[in-house]
């Protein structure tokens, strides 16, 4: 599925357009549609966890998110050898409307719950 970026990925202002690619049931491949070097890897946070944040008005507007919209939420992954090493960004989810191919980003404000870096350690364990 090809998605055009609504809101700049936090380090990534360049990247207007992505593919999103299903790795398994938990993983995803996002690729740049302009620079083929720039790929994310991720993932399905409500496997892991309680995962719960509102959507800013401003980026339900861009995305023209209704109540009827299927949307996605990914979270990005950085994966390490071994797996338990990887850590995942709980704080900018990324916001897939599936119905209008439309993706932003966004940053959780004052969210003290979620880290930026936790380690999906914590979460393979909780789920065995």
């Known amino acids: 599925m090809k998605f ?3 809101v700049p990925l936090l380090g990534f202002d360049e990247v207007k357009q992505v593919s999103l690619e299903k ?3 938990i993983f995803m491949k996002m690729r740049s549609l302009t620079d083929e070097h ?8 409500f496997v892991l966890r309680d995962y719960d944040f509102e959507i800013p008005d401003k980026t339900t ?3 023209e998110i209704t109540k009827e919209s299927n949307l996605l939420i990914l979270n990005i992954v950085l994966l390490q050898t071994p797996i338990e090493n990887s850590v995942i960004n709980f704080i ?6 599936t119905d209008n191919k439309k993706a932003a980003q966004i940053i959780l404000q004052d969210n ?6 936790e ?4 979460y393979l364990k909780k789920n065995k």
Do not use: R
Not at 38 to 45: K, N, V
Not at 119 to 122: A, E, F, H
């Open 61 to 63: 507007e861009l995305l």
């Open 92 to 97: 900018g989810p990324i916001v897939f409307n």
């Open 4 to 6: 055009d970026i609504c």
């Open 112 to 117: 003290l719950q979620y880290g930026v870096a």
């Open 38 to 45: 720039i790929s994310f890897t991720l993932i399905d946070p």
């Open 23 to 25: 790795i398994d049931d």
């Open 119 to 122: 380690k999906i350690s914590t």
